[in-house]
């Protein structure tokens, strides 16, 4: 059996911080990820996955990111069930990630990664891909975000 699940989107709102009794850090955020079927009148679909991190991840994601900047996660799938207030049993489901990365140049960040230190665990190898992908010259407007 194997549970992952790995995703490229865009934060919808800032991160939220949070802290456990214990004192361990709690990031929570939500990412827009275009569904690559289209509508049933050809629209773009988007989903949104509600995304938790833990420890250091969490305070450097909180850190550092902010809401429309491109992030890929790779974590593991959850779902839970309960009822809710109208009595109609739902299930939901989140993403608890185990890894995240930059995806965009730190001039895109508003530079917020430039201060980035070197040590918190990222891999440099997303700048590598995107330096050969040249995804730096890719134009996003603000029409083709979902939020």
Excluded at 5 to 30: M, Y
Excluded at 73 to 83: M, P
Excluded at 91 to 106: H, M
């Amino acid at each position: 059996m194997l549970n992952v699940i790995t995703l490229v989107g865009r934060l919808t709102r800032d991160p939220e911080l949070r802290r456990t009794n214990s004192g361990t850090s709690v990031g929570a955020f939500t990412i827009a990820v275009d569904d690559s079927r289209k509508g049933p009148n050809g629209e773009k679909q988007t989903l949104f996955m509600d995304c938790t991190v833990f420890g250091a991840q969490a305070d450097t994601l909180t850190k550092f990111f902010r809401k429309g900047n491109l992030i890929a996660i790779s974590g593991r799938l959850v779902s839970r069930k309960y009822t809710n207030s109208q009595g109609v049993n739902v299930t939901a489901y989140s993403v608890n990630v185990d890894r995240l990365e930059f995806v965009e140049s730190a001039a895109k960040m508003n530079g917020a990664a430039a201060e980035m230190p070197m040590d918190t665990g990222f891999s440099s190898q997303v700048n590598n891909v995107s330096e050969k992908q040249n995804l730096d010259s890719i134009d996003v407007t603000d029409d083709d975000l979902p939020f």
